[in-house]
């Protein structure tokens, strides 16, 4: 019933913005860092019966509201409060226990924590702490930035679900739901790199839109269809939502050259946007830091069904 209403598990994460008396807490903040797709991996509970139990995703980004949550507990105090609006939440078949964790991955996750403390002051805020020689959750530790890396130090191998004491059929499924988890990661971190380096510009000839909010670092050869290209920036354009689906469904691709190429399937269909599209026919992309993979554009190629 946290927060009661529309505000209640997990259809948000939502803080108050001041402690009472003034001041904030990094952790709450954090929510105005989410951004829409983004996955939240949910730790409920207080050890030792804290439990890693489910994910959500993000599908909006994290925003600062007037609106109060129906129940709002110790926080009565705030005056506003951060929100962020998750769906689509998969519970594990069952829960990853945090003290099996801790005991299992204490040297992975111990560190991790000193890289990431060497960081100084780009290191991330993360949930744990070492304290007296063993590992506890962060007092307060609200909302936790993870990346691949801490995924991996927490959830790595089988040993971590097998030891928790899980059955082998839920093992299987818990253990497919985190590999979800770590590909939705990974592909976030991508897509914000391939951002970069076409300096946030859709790299379609004549394409104006340069607003982050509309542009997508999208894959050229699928995140499914190609494990070995995964996260290779060649492997990635950036383009705004409506170059992107354009170039997903297969209305144009690119040749080596990175010239458009249209689909002859599509050009007479007489759509508009068709039309649009025929007007840069043959010209260059704009280049990024790192030029696209020739396989990755190939194989483009060749799942729209474009002869080239």
């Avoid at 204490?106 to 000193?114: H, I, R, S, T, V």
């Avoid at 993870?146 to 191998?157: Q, R, Y």
Wanted: aromatic share 10%.
């Amino acid at each position: 019933m946290h927060g009661g209403g529309t505000w209640v598990f997990p259809n948000c994460v939502w803080a108050p913005t001041e402690k009472r008396g003034g001041g904030s807490w990094p952790f709450w903040s954090k929510i105005l860092q989410v951004r829409e797709g983004d996955t939240i991996i949910h730790l409920r509970g207080v050890s030792p019966d804290a439990n890693f139990v489910g994910y959500s995703v993000a599908v909006g980004d994290g925003f600062i509201t007037r609106y109060r949550p129906p129940v709002t507990g110790t926080w009565d105090h705030a005056k506003h409060f951060y929100r962020a609006n998750l769906s689509d939440y998969t519970p594990f078949h069952e829960p990853i226990n945090l003290t099996d964790v801790f005991s299992t991955r204490k040297a992975e996750l111990e560190g991790y924590f000193d890289r990431n403390r060497s960081k100084g002051a780009s290191k991330a805020n993360i949930f744990y702490v070492r304290q007296a020689g063993r590992l506890q959750c962060l007092n307060g530790a609200y909302l936790s930035e993870i990346d691949n890396e801490l995924l991996a130090a927490l959830f790595k191998s089988e040993g971590v679900i097998a030891e928790n004491g899980l059955r082998k059929s839920s093992l299987v499924q818990t253990g497919s739901h985190i590999a979800t988890i770590q590909s939705r990661v990974g592909q976030r971190k991508f897509s914000e790199e391939v951002k970069k380096a076409y300096g946030y510009k859709c790299c379609f000839p004549g394409c104006t839109v340069a607003d982050p909010r509309f542009l997508i670092g999208s894959h050229i050869a699928r995140w499914s269809d190609n494990e070995k290209l995964r996260g290779h920036l060649g492997n990635g354009l950036c383009l705004c939502l409506f170059h992107d689906k354009a170039f997903e469904i297969g209305l144009f691709t690119l040749d080596n050259e990175c010239r458009v190429y249209l689909n002859p399937k599509n050009v007479e269909s007489g759509s508009e946007i068709v039309r649009e599209l025929v007007l840069h026919g043959g010209q260059q992309i704009t280049r990024g830091e790192i030029a696209p993979l020739e396989e990755a554009l190939l194989e483009h190629s060749m799942r729209v069904g474009v002869e080239r």
